[in-house]
């Protein structure tokens, strides 16, 4: 074999060996999963381990679905004023592209919006949940041990706390949920001499949850703190860090039709119920939304669709994700209506303002 062929086939073979170990570096680089030891995990549950029990389950799932929470806190907001079977109709309607798990969320704007305003925190607390359920959930005990033993939770008209190895936080009223506003620095620490400890923890803006939203996992979820797992529509949920790209929870009371949802690496995740790609319906142009049957002739202000812009890590809003198509009214939402929830007020007159 000529020289000049021996140099030509020792590169080529060099140049396949070094992309095949770069490869396989990149690979086990991205599958590496992330790990947050004991302190940084109570940090971060720290501001929803007060929740109750059922609320916080879907918060931890939907969670992992971070990319998505965005889009879905902009649906929600844009809905406030939609409730029980009226704001089930309009997730069903709308074909929403999102997990069941953020889509359970949607009756809890001021949660989502949350959410959406630190996806920083949002996605890893996703991901610690991914990664390390069981910490997860040991870290959720800490927090609330804490709570319980500087007296800032207690059982009240709002929620029910069973105290032992494990504090369980369920709501009064089962459908009806309660939020908690509190301060993550002030209920994990001991109270100052003279403090009221009773006021550290607020509650005032509540949530019916009935049989509507039973097909998103609501009345048949809760959390088995000796096994330390979250359980959604009466399933253990196993989504994990290895299985991320695949795995899809069922929903055996969900049947929808909505395009499959694209996974990573352009992979499809199906499941959840039924999903079958659906046309999309044109939609309304401006200046023929309706409002309590009157047609405004002005050019309605620009909403901004989920999907149709990204915003940050793992693709969120995807261009090839439809956005939804509205089949109800719409109102505007003052300041007074988006401020109310995360102050633990009750919901003020609706204005709703343009």
């Known amino acids: 074999m000529p020289l000049t062929h021996r140099i030509i086939k020792k590169a080529t ?3 396949a060996l070094c992309l095949f170990g770069g490869s396989l570096a990149v690979t086990a680089l991205a599958q590496a999963p992330p790990y947050y030891p004991p302190a940084d995990l109570d940090n971060l549950v720290g501001r929803i381990a007060l929740y109750p029990d059922s609320l916080l389950g879907q918060v931890l799932a939907a969670a992992t679905f971070s990319d998505q929470i965005p889009d879905a806190a902009n649906w929600a907001d844009g809905h406030h004023y939609l409730t029980g079977a009226a704001l089930a109709d309009a997730i069903q309607a709308d074909m929403l592209p999102w997990d069941p ?12 919006e949350m959410m959406a305003s630190d996806m920083n925190w949002t996605q890893a607390l996703g991901n610690a949940f991914l990664a390390q359920e069981p910490d997860v959930m040991a870290a ?4 609330r041990q804490k709570a319980y033993q500087y007296g800032y939770l207690r059982t009240n008209p709002q929620i029910v706390v069973t105290p032992g190895s494990y504090i369980a936080i369920a709501p009064v009223n089962p459908a009806f949920i309660v939020v908690p506003v509190y ?39 809760h959390i088995n703190w000796g096994e330390r ?7 253990r949920w196993g989504r994990t860090w290895a299985n991320r790209g695949t795995y899809s929870h069922p929903y055996p009371n969900l049947h929808r039709e909505i395009p499959p949802r694209p996974g990573p690496g352009g992979s499809v995740a199906r499941g959840g119920g039924e999903r079958r790609e659906a046309p999309v319906p044109p939609r309304v142009p ?22 149709s812009a990204a915003r940050g890590p793992e693709g969120r809003g995807q261009a090839n994700r439809p956005a939804p198509v509205e089949q109800h009214q719409l109102h505007g ?6 401020q109310a929830p995360r102050e633990g007020k009750g919901q003020p007159k609706e204005e709703h303002h343009r």
């Open 13 to 15: 073979w060099t140049l």
């Open 101 to 112: 798990s953020v889509q359970a969320l949607l009756p809890f704007p001021s949660v989502l």
């Open 140 to 143: 959720v005990q800490r927090e």
């Open 183 to 221: 301060d993550p620095l002030l209920v994990y620490a001991a109270p100052r001499p003279g403090f009221f400890v009773g006021g550290a923890i607020r509650f005032g803006f509540g949530v019916t949850i009935g049989g509507f939203f039973r097909p998103w996992g609501w009345g048949v979820s």
């Open 229 to 235: 797992a979250v359980f959604i529509d009466n399933a």
């Open 286 to 307: 401006p200046g023929t939304e309706t409002r309590g049957g009157e047609t405004r002739g002005q050019p309605a202000p620009q909403r901004v669709p989920p999907g």
């Open 333 to 338: 939402r003052s300041q007074a209506e988006k």
